[in-house]
């Protein structure tokens, strides 16, 4: 008799810091999940140094911000300068936000993914399996069959009811299941320098864009002690001559040379912008840099895909629950295929504006960009397009956007008040009856520090009844309880449910 194949609820492709974040979240709501990575460690090339507060706030509810904050601090102010040293633009040091962290911090990734490791190693229903490549997939309807060599090279196989691609820029997963890739045509060599800096005094303290068309330069002080060097590749010059030590040094001569600054980390990158035209094929989806892909300098790559596991992990959980499948894992696509599609286009239009060489071009450039200044004009903030339409969102206006996190007078954060979600939190005297388990009206005990700051959020939003959150923090929308109830359970048919006692 043939022995089947050890199944799962989820099998989880690539072990980088999309895949960690939808096994942890996975993991936490119960589901059995195999995660296949090909390496043992965590990539060893340098990456995101930037991540946002809608990040901080996935790591909050993974219980991971210890853990991740000795490798983060807050984003200082960040200047696009000229090559006449004219400041351009001028962001100033972010400020807590409306997810209750600064808008910005600069990070040190592979801290991050460390922490993200432990929290899912920690985790019983989450079995990694390391030094595992998958190498093919059969989606048979009701579940995939994963074959994978195993850390001794053996083929193995086993079965998932989804299979989730995190396995990255080159993915496997997507090429075997023929979803091609949008190519936004650009294509911009970089070579990145981690550097670990004996002196921070000797180094800028906040962010610069160098807009100078002889050599653009991203410089960002990243985690404590860890400072980023990005320098653009010239057309008549070679990755492999830029990565020598020399080159390095010549490169580094403006900020004091390579005396008490170690490169721990160097990489040319070609930085690009992609998006996958599908991001679901029956039983098998993508997540990360396998659906798409972006430059850097929104420093928005990382923190997309985080999205898209938030945005995920709790669909996943509901369908497997009973819950309407199609339209749950549809409108995962549905809603990030266009909020990431708007980032990389934000991505590209600003390193195109970086990646000058052309000097007329750069001129003509900087002169606007001072005109702005002079007449007062904003710096562009970085400005998150909405999440497409789904069935899993409502009408109303606050229907998609993020339901902020208030930070009560003792310190105390919302979310970990209110739990996993979803929150059905009602407006002070709307007298409907309760109509579920997660309802909570804002005059609760537990909502005490918070009530003033969702007093004003309901008269601003114009929401007099009732707000539903999804578990993702997403508003599903505004109404009146029973009606909101009806709504969601409708949709989701079996929702985690969350009591506040
Ligand atoms: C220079 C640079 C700077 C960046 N800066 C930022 C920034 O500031 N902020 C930000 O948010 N983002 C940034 N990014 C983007 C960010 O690093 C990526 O978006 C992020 O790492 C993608 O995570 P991922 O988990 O989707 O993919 P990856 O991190 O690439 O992980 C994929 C994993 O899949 C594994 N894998 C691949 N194939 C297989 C297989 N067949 N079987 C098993 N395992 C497999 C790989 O080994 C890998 O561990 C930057 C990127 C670069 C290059």
Known sequence: MAIQPKSYDVCIAGFGPVGAVLAALLGAQGRSVVVLERDQGPFPLP?????????????????????????????????????????????????????????????????????????????????????????????????????????????????????????????????????????????????????????????????????????????????????????????????????????????????????????????????????????????????????????????????????DAANLAWKIAAALNGGPFDILLESYEQERAPHARGIVEMAIAAGRAVCTLDFDAARARDERARQDRLNGVAPPALQLPPLGKSPLLGSGHSAGQHFPQFIGPDGSRLDDVLGQGPWLIEHRGTGEPKVCVGQIGIDHPALAPFADDLSAWFDQNRASGAVLVRPDRVIFDTGTPGALWSAWTERVESPARHEVS
């Open 47 to 307: 990456r995101a140094a930037h991540i946002d507060g809608e990040t901080m706030r996935t790591f909050q509810a993974l219980g991971i911000v210890e853990d991740v904050e000795p490798h983060v601090r807050p984003a200082p102010a960040y200047q696009f300068v000229s090559a006449n040293a004219d400041i351009l633009i001028d962001v100033p040091a972010g400020e807590v936000g409306a997810d209750g962290w600064f808008t910005h911090y600069m990070i040190y990734q592979p801290g991050i993914e460390k922490a993200l490791r432990q929290r899912c190693a920690a985790l019983p229903n989450v079995e990694l399996r390391l030094g595992s490549r998958l190498s093919g997939l059969m989606d048979d309807g009701d579940g995939v069959t994963v074959t994978y060599n195993g850390p001794g090279g053996a083929e193995e196989s086993l079965h998932a009811a989804l299979l989730v691609g995190c396995d990255g820029a080159s993915s496997l997963v997507r090429s075997l299941v023929n979803i091609e890739l949008d190519d936004y045509g650009f294509d911009e060599p970089w070579l990145v320098l981690d550097v670990a800096v004996d002196d921070d005094s000797r180094v800028p303290a906040q962010c610069y864009q160098y807009c100078d068309p002889r050599r653009p330069v991203t410089y960002t002080p990243m985690g404590p002690g860890r400072n980023r060097w990005e320098f653009m590749i010239l057309p008549h010059e070679t990755p492999e001559a830029m990565m020598e030590e020399a080159a390095v040094a010549r490169l580094l001569a403006p900020w004091g040379g390579l005396d008490g600054l170690h490169v721990e980390r160097r990489a040319v990158y070609h930085f690009h912008g992609l998006i996958a035209r599908e991001w679901r094929r029956g039983r098998v989806l993508l997540a990360g840099d396998s659906a798409h892909q972006m430059p850097p300098f929104a420093g928005q790559g990382m923190c997309s895909g985080i999205r």
